[in-house]
């Protein structure tokens, strides 16, 4: 039986039943995937006042591959070529947890164990997530950033990709 698309999934975290993608702050993986071609699925609307000062908020996803056998090798994670990011004044970034760290809120920083964020747009520079065996997650942690003083633009997104080898 080999790993089909199906067999990757994406969870919200914050407890074993949360469905709040609001409450998705690390912690524990939530039964609740992360509802897929949905406007807003993981990060709100940028507010007026949140694009007039600048904000940064944080999200934790656990990343799955539900495949009974087989292992998914040389993992990686990156937002399609197709993201686009307004006047440059939002973007996104992802770390790798080697744990299952908590955040008391959206705006603090994922501390221990230190994390590198950096951009991962286009599958040339996906986030490694190394070999992945059936059953077994991985914690990502998604940084969006808005720039202080930032235009109103309506059509920003993003889809996250896993793409792997299969033997």
């Known amino acids: 039986m080999s790993i089909i698309t199906g067999d990757i999934k994406f969870y919200l975290t914050g407890g074993a039943a949360n469905s709040d993608v609001n409450a998705s702050l690390g912690g524990t993986t939530s039964s609740v995937e992360i509802t897929t071609a949905t406007l807003n699925?993981?990060?709100?609307?940028?507010?007026?006042?949140?694009?007039?000062?600048?904000?940064?908020?944080?999200?934790?996803?656990?990343?799955?591959?539900?495949?009974?056998?087989?292992?998914?090798?040389?993992?990686?994670?990156?937002?399609?070529?197709?993201?686009?990011?307004?006047?440059?004044?939002?973007?996104?970034?992802?770390?790798?947890?080697?744990?299952?760290?908590?955040?008391?809120?959206?705006?603090?920083?994922?501390?221990?164990?230190?994390?590198?964020?950096?951009?991962?747009?286009?599958?040339?520079?996906?986030?490694?997530?190394?070999?992945?065996?059936?059953?077994?997650?991985k914690r990502i942690w998604i940084k969006r950033i808005c720039a202080a003083s930032a235009v109103a633009y309506s059509a920003d997104k993003q889809t996250l990709i896993v793409k792997g080898q299969t033997t």
Request: glycine share 10%; aromatic share 8%; charged share 15%.
């Open 41 to 137: 699925n993981l990060f709100d609307n940028i507010s007026a006042g949140e694009a007039i000062s600048g904000d940064t908020e944080y999200r934790a996803i656990s990343v799955k591959n539900t495949n009974v056998s087989d292992t998914l090798y040389n993992a990686v994670l990156y937002c399609s070529d197709g993201y686009t990011e307004g006047s440059a004044s939002t973007h996104t970034e992802f770390a790798l947890d080697s744990g299952t760290q908590t955040t008391p809120d959206e705006s603090t920083t994922p501390s221990t164990p230190s994390l590198t964020f950096s951009t991962h747009v286009g599958e040339g520079n996906g986030l490694a997530l190394g070999n992945m065996a059936a059953g077994v997650e």
